[in-house]
């Protein structure tokens, strides 16, 4: 790979980031579906629900990493609270598929979805993205260093302690047998929420039928239940989702999602002080909106 695509190391801040000059110009504004040519050009079969296609403007390549678009059904004009419990968990057996295969040749195994124009979807055919990368990326490092030092302390789990401290509080907005979601104190989105599988477990491809099953029901739920807020005000509510997951059985896979709407008509932009020092503000209660988000989904449930 060429130096200008390659990870480049940032010796101040002490992380990577990637060059990426041959994605300036991918296809944003098209009026043809790369992903409705999978099936009208016979890539894949007519009757296939879910499959992956390589990224036509990958930001990194082999050895380095590799990057695909994870689709999520062959209707183009469906969006994902539209899918089924079912077809969502054809998605998540093919994260774990896709998780197994990358995390055979890469550190990190990055499964993300950005919906919504507001923050940069250009495709609307419904998918998501996922990139196998050679190092692990900060928060994750972040993440795992907490791990380990919470180890060397003799408290266990982090995460399986947080998970503890919300449950059946006023920041749980979802459970179901295997999962629960929050909104806990700490966000820094508006209706930012995060999803534990009860178990401790490290990636995907640890993870239960029964476990896949469960979260795409919460993940479903959770979704629908932005779009319900304020009777529906907030709908499309765009968000940036993401699978944190590692190789190392002492890490606890975990879901953010930052739902980027902070009230009707209102986006949440990261500010100054946000994106270059990384001091969030929240100009919300998040009791508050934890309620408010718990209350959304029950009229979805209903």
């Not at 077809?87 to 990190?108: F, I, K, S």
């Not at 940069?120 to 990326?137: F, K, L, M, N, R």
């Not at 896979?253 to 930052?258: D, K, S």
């Not at 990384?278 to 408010?292: C, F, G, I, R, V």
């Amino acid at each position: 790979m060429e130096a200008e695509t390659a990870l480049i190391r940032n010796p101040i801040a002490r992380q990577y980031l990637v060059n990426a000059p041959q994605r300036m110009n991918r296809r944003e504004g098209t009026a043809t579906c790369p992903f409705c040519a999978d099936i009208t050009g016979g890539r894949v079969d007519p009757q296939t629900q879910v499959w992956l296609h390589p990224n036509d403007f990958p930001p990194l390549q082999p050895p380095i990493g590799e990057a695909y678009v994870v689709i999520y059904s062959r209707d183009h004009d469906r969006t994902f609270t539209q899918l089924s419990v079912d077809e969502v968990n054809a998605v998540t057996h093919l994260w774990r598929d896709l998780y197994t295969d990358l995390a055979a040749r890469y550190a990190t195994v990055m499964i993300f979805e950005n919906s919504g124009e507001a923050i940069g979807q250009t495709q609307h055919h419904p998918h998501g993205q996922a990139y196998g990368v050679s190092i692990i990326p900060p928060t994750l490092e972040r993440e795992l260093e907490t791990v380990v030092r919470d180890e060397v302390a003799g408290r266990g789990c982090p995460f399986c302690r947080v998970r503890a401290e919300l449950a059946d509080d006023v920041y749980e907005v979802a459970a179901n047998t295997t999962w629960q979601a929050f909104l806990p104190p700490y966000v820094r989105y508006t209706y930012e929420t995060h999803l534990y599988p009860r178990r401790h477990v490290a990636n995907l491809g640890l993870m239960r039928d029964n476990e896949l099953r469960d979260f795409a029901e919460i993940l479903l739920r959770v979704i629908r239940g932005y779009n319900a807020l304020f009777d529906g005000a907030m709908a499309p509510m765009p968000y940036l989702l993401g699978l944190h997951q590692l190789a190392d059985e002492r890490f606890h896979l975990h879901v953010e999602i930052q739902a980027i709407g902070r009230a009707p008509g209102k986006l949440k932009y990261a500010a100054s002080s946000e994106s270059l020092w990384e001091l969030w503000t929240n100009d919300s209660l998040p009791s508050q909106k934890a309620q408010e988000l718990h209350e959304a989904i029950a009229t979805v449930e209903a």
